[in-house]
């Protein structure tokens, strides 16, 4: 036992999971060992424009990630975020096509999407219903003022200044400003939830929230928080998305939900809490895109990927039951 | 009828990767026998009674029933022959009523396309009443623990069988309640049932048991008739040594406990308890005893601002302290840790190191709102060491403890904050042997450093072997305190259901230090 005590003492070392780092681990060999194939499947595989594009395709949806990770890891889900996502466009671009410069918009668009994040943290934290249900009917409402501020069509932005759409369209010394902003995004919450006390709380809450009721932690207050926190990173998706489109359509975002909950689940995130990191689910994030751009380069239909990435999903939960049980 | 053992277990092993849960072990009941199996947690007893209701399957070794040996593949193919196992974990479908789960067995073997309520109640009915009189068409949800498991057991009792286990049955059950179930047992056997009986309690064991087999570390120790031998001598052949002493020093009786730590004057809640006045000193350890429900952890938790007050009072160490949440109570030196370890003691997939901070991350702040890893790792393993947990390291999920090594680092979690005083809410509960008594001992310890110690016990020995003080709650009231030299069970027991003990009442007499 004391040689226990000194092993402990020599690490000195608190790590959250290491069955967490097991799975990113794991997550890291499939993906290249598919890269791997893919490069000797299709020349087009392994290019710079082919990585680019993959990255640009999941980089902003990474960011809606990185809130629904943490929303996870409180035990909570938001189903509204692909709503919340388009609603931010659609009011910044409404703002800004009634006369508001676009930086002022944006910021009002984010706020509005964090507004929308506390009245389900309202609901979910002092009325008492549950995330699901709770962002289940935000998602409907949400969709429905996007229509109604739009009258159900897209806003053309294409007068967006040329310094706000570089956001989405520019890049720096080669790389895309929207690559730099996801992983400085992603960075900065990997760290803060491995490493923040705040974050901490939230770990606390998500794996027992009696118990965190029971060492003082106002479970209440960190759920509301996690809420509006996903809300916002969602918003800020939204205008991100905005200047790399130059338009706002009032349908955008739709079945986004579904994607980004995978990829946290594949990642490691469990719908009961207690357990997540923000790298796992852009690894799973990533998984699903290096898919998506496999099927695309084999010159396989479109319509087989819904269903091939469902089968990865039940796979990665899976496999991850498997082992699981497998410990216990 | 034959004259083979009802159950015979031969030469079993069972291995979960690499850990040897069991090895070789043999057992025998006998028809109409009631057979106690001790053992730590961790002996085994759980794996074994688990393959004998086909749960798990063994890796080698035989199980004969009537002397024909059977391979048991399932909880189902466990009951057709006759088997009935009651965990010690409740397992009932929390928002179905009392009836429907005692009577889930009947209902999932009906051909009849609806259900029939009234078929239904009246079984439940007739196999609940003699037990207890709880209400069939409860929701479970809405009935104490004590209540569950009596519903728990009514609902093994429905099925037509010849072997009953209960695991730890009177865990969470009242005296009067396992008084009724030990009367229930007493008939089963007459009508030829067997059970095997597991517990930890030595007075149950000893007034209720023919025969005791004891394991230790997944192997087969003895098997004696309940005659043949005593509580000392079970309780030794479990822990493979001898322990001398099961209750560390009381205080002298001539030395005073120092200044009032906390007084708690007039509290009430409103709705379970009323006018509470409780005093604990420096230097004891402050019982609080009762029957389950009388609202001694209501009293604790409002105590601990974990519940809110009508009316009433605390003073902390001398001053008066205004406790509107728990994170109050904790800033002024109060703790209190749940009885309920897995729901709100600890949290089962976090690190035993992050247990440990939970209470006060802001001391582990550093810079930047960020958590010094360093200090926490200092905090967690010097607190482990103190209190002797058995782990492969602070990183470890709290999950892969044993009981007793979870308990410890939920009270790790309490000590974290050098607390004035702590409550301790049965913090024995589920314990093994040797876990319990190094506890008992570092109660001791503690208030003997000045830390007040309330602890909340349902266990009479326990309340008699360690505290110098207990107040009785009955009812919501404190109904009297006794010193030292006036604990005894009857007493005690008296207090707690406020008439005098039944004369046929005999099980807890006997003490096991």
Redesign the interface.
């Known amino acids: 036992?004391l040689a226990?005590?000194k092993?402990?003492?020599a690490?000195?070392?608190?790590?959250?999971?290491?069955l967490a780092s097991m799975r990113e681990a794991g997550l890291i060999a499939i993906i290249l060992a598919l890269c791997i194939a893919m490069s000797f499947a299709s020349p087009h595989f392994l290019t710079w424009g082919n990585f680019r594009a993959m990255l640009m395709s999941f980089s902003i949806e990474g960011i809606v990630v990185v809130g629904m990770t943490i929303l996870l890891i409180v035990g909570g889900i938001d189903l509204s975020v692909g709503s919340v996502v388009c609603f931010s466009m659609v009011v910044s671009g409404a703002l800004f096509l009634a006369g508001l410069d676009p930086w002022t918009a944006s910021l009002i668009g984010i706020a509005v999407s964090a507004l929308i994040g506390a009245v389900m943290g309202f609901f979910v934290t002092v009325v008492g219903l549950n995330h699901f249900i709770t962002s289940l009917a935000a998602m409907v409402i949400v969709r429905g003022l996007c229509l109604v501020i739009t009258k159900g069509t897209p806003l053309s932005l294409f007068t967006l200044p040329p310094e706000f759409k570089a956001i989405g369209q520019g890049n720096f010394q080669g790389v895309p400003y929207v690559i730099i902003i996801f992983v400085v995004v992603v960075a900065i919450f990997d760290f803060l939830l491995r490493?923040?006390?705040?974050f901490?709380?939230v770990?606390?809450t998500g794996?027992?929230e009696?118990?965190?009721?029971?060492?003082?932690?106002?479970t209440n207050q960190v759920k509301f928080w996690v809420t509006v926190l996903c809300a916002t990173l969602s918003g800020f998706a939204g205008v991100i998305y905005m200047a790399r489109f130059g338009a706002a359509t009032p349908t955008f975002g739709a079945g986004m939900e579904l994607n980004v909950i995978a990829a946290a689940v594949i990642g490691g995130a469990s719908l009961k809490g207690?357990?997540g990191t923000i790298f796992g689910a852009i690894l799973g994030m990533a998984l699903l895109s290096v898919v998506t751009s496999s099927l695309i380069l084999l010159d396989i239909s479109v319509y087989w990927q819904d269903m091939i990435k469902g089968c990865i999903l039940l796979a990665a939960v899976s496999a991850d039951h498997f082992l699981h049980r497998?410990?216990? | 009828m034959s004259d083979a053992p009802v159950l015979q277990i031969r030469n079993l092993s069972k291995a979960f990767g690499s850990v040897q849960a069991l090895s070789g072990v043999q057992f025998e009941l006998r028809r109409g026998e009631v057979h106690a199996l001790c053992g730590e947690n961790g002996a085994g007893k759980s794996t074994l009674m688990n393959m004998i209701g086909g749960i798990l399957q063994p890796d080698e070794g035989d199980i004969l029933i009537d002397g024909k040996p059977v391979t048991i593949a399932s909880p189902a193919a466990a009951q057709k022959m006759g088997i009935a196992l009651v965990h010690q974990e409740i397992a009932l479908c929390q928002d179905a009523t009392v009836a429907e789960n005692i009577c889930m067995a009947a209902i999932n073997a009906r051909r009849a396309p609806l259900m029939n309520f009234q078929q239904v109640h009246a079984d439940a009915e007739k196999a609940m009443n003699r037990l207890a009189p709880i209400a069939v068409r409860t929701k479970v949800a809405d009935l104490s623990i004590s209540s569950q498991q009596l519903v728990e057991i009514a609902k093994a009792l429905t099925l037509d069988c010849k072997v009953l286990i209960l695991d730890e049955p009177t865990a969470a059950l009242t005296e009067t309640e396992a008084q009724r179930l030990f009367a229930i047992v007493r008939g089963l056997k007459q009508r030829g049932i067997s059970v095997i009986y597991i517990s930890h309690r030595m007075a149950e064991i000893f007034s209720l048991c023919d025969r005791v087999t004891v394991f230790r570390d997944g192997r087969y120790v003895a098997t004696e008739a309940i005659e043949a031998t005593s509580p000392n001598d079970v309780v030794r052949k479990m822990v493979g040594r001898e322990i001398t002493q099961l209750y560390p020093d009381k205080l002298p009786a001539n030395a005073r406990p120092g200044r009032a730590l906390l007084s708690v004057r007039g509290l009430s809640d409103g709705t379970r308890f009323a006018n509470v006045d409780l005093e604990l000193r420096a230097g004891e350890i402050l019982g609080i005893g009762g029957l389950i429900g009388a609202g001694r952890s209501e009293i604790a938790q409002t105590i601990c601002g974990l519940r809110p007050a009508t009316a009433g009072n605390v003073v902390l160490d001398g001053k008066d302290v205004a406790i509107r949440s728990y994170a109050d109570a904790v800033r002024a030196g109060l703790v209190y840790l749940s009885e309920d370890r897995k729901g709100s003691g600890v949290f089962l997939d976090l690190s035993i190191a992050a247990n440990v901070s939970a209470l006060d991350l802001g001391k582990l702040t550093g810079r930047f709102g960020l958590l010094d890893r360093h200090a926490e790792a200092d905090q967690a393993t010097s607190l482990a060491k103190q209190l002797g947990v058995r782990m492969a390291g602070i990183d470890a999920a709290v999950s892969t403890l044993s009981g007793g090594n979870q308990q410890k680092v939920a009270i790790a979690k309490q000590l974290s904050v050098a607390p004035k005083v702590i409550i301790m809410d049965e913090p024995t509960r589920g314990i093994d042997v040797g876990a319990k008594v190094e506890i008992h001992r570092l109660l001791r310890e503690l208030a003997n450093q000045g830390v007040g110690i309330i602890m909340i016990s349902s266990e009479l020995p326990e309340l008699i072997g360690l505290c110098d003080r207990v107040a009785v709650v009955r009812e919501g009231r404190i109904a009297g305190e006794l010193e030292t030299g006036q604990l005894d069970e009857e007493t005690i027991i008296m207090l707690a259901s406020g008439v005098q003990p039944n004369a046929a009442y005999e099980g807890q007499a006997q003490n096991v230090a």
Not at chain 1, 12 to 18: I, Q
Not at chain 1, 212 to 217: M, T
């Open positions: 036992m226990e005590i092993a402990a003492d690490s000195r070392r608190v790590s959250f999971a290491r490493r923040a006390t705040a901490r709380k770990f606390y794996s027992n009696k118990a965190a009721q029971f060492s003082g932690i106002k207690g357990s497998k410990k216990s």
